[in-house]
């Protein structure tokens, strides 16, 4: 498999076209006014619902091939060069694990929507964002130290600084959601109108979330490069040999058939 450059490209795509998509159609459904709503709230309703939840599972699957691929990337280096694998140790592999977290809650919020398991869907949104956010920043540490094997000084930079980001948003984001949920007085937080109280905590709250969205994608991306460099081969089958006490009888009897003429 020579194209590993596509699965960032994809993952960036999907999840894209899969939030900007949902969010459109839950105004044109008006299911959520347009004043920037939680990516979840426009996901609350069918038939958003069920697009987002299947797109999203499609989105994770290739997320977490994208996570494996960057670990054994990150593993190949480190038996090649003895200094990056003192360096590391076992950080690639734990930022593996966290990575795969991450993936579990992205798919537990996109089934499990927050007007019918609230508690389910906040713990898969605290999976997905936290720890896709301590993820990030063990691949901006791991960026550092493959240098100058892989990867540029300039890359891992940027990482450090979508990291920054992915946290100062996901507090924002934690914090301000809290506030706007409990000075709410409306009857349906998926419209929710000024004078309903919360207003501007939710706002605030809804961007920081569309942001550190964006933030992943836009984090996941920057893997495009590295992943020209390596080519991945399929996994190796080894058949088991079958019990030569069993006797078998052939599917197909190859005895010849005779033609009446």
Known sequence: MSNLYLLPISVFLLFNFTF?????????QGH???TVPYISDAATYSPESCVFGQFINIGCVLLGITIYVRYRQIQELSFRHSDVRQALGR?????FWIGIGSCLGISIVGNFQETNVRIVHYVGAFLSFGLGTVYFWIQSYISYYIQPYMGTMQKANLRMALSVVCTVFFMIVAVTGVISHILFRGTDP?????????WEYHVASSIS???VATAFCFYVLTFTDEFRTMQLDHPPLILLEIDSS??????INDAPVAVIS
């Open 20 to 28: 900007i998509g949902t969010y459109i159609a839950a105004v044109l």
């Open 32 to 34: 959520v006014v347009p």
């Open 91 to 95: 950080c690639s592999g734990i930022g």
């Open 190 to 198: 998926r419209k929710w109108y000024p004078s309903d109280g919360g």
């Open 209 to 211: 979330e569309w942001i």
């Open 246 to 251: 069993r006797t078998y009888e052939p599917v």
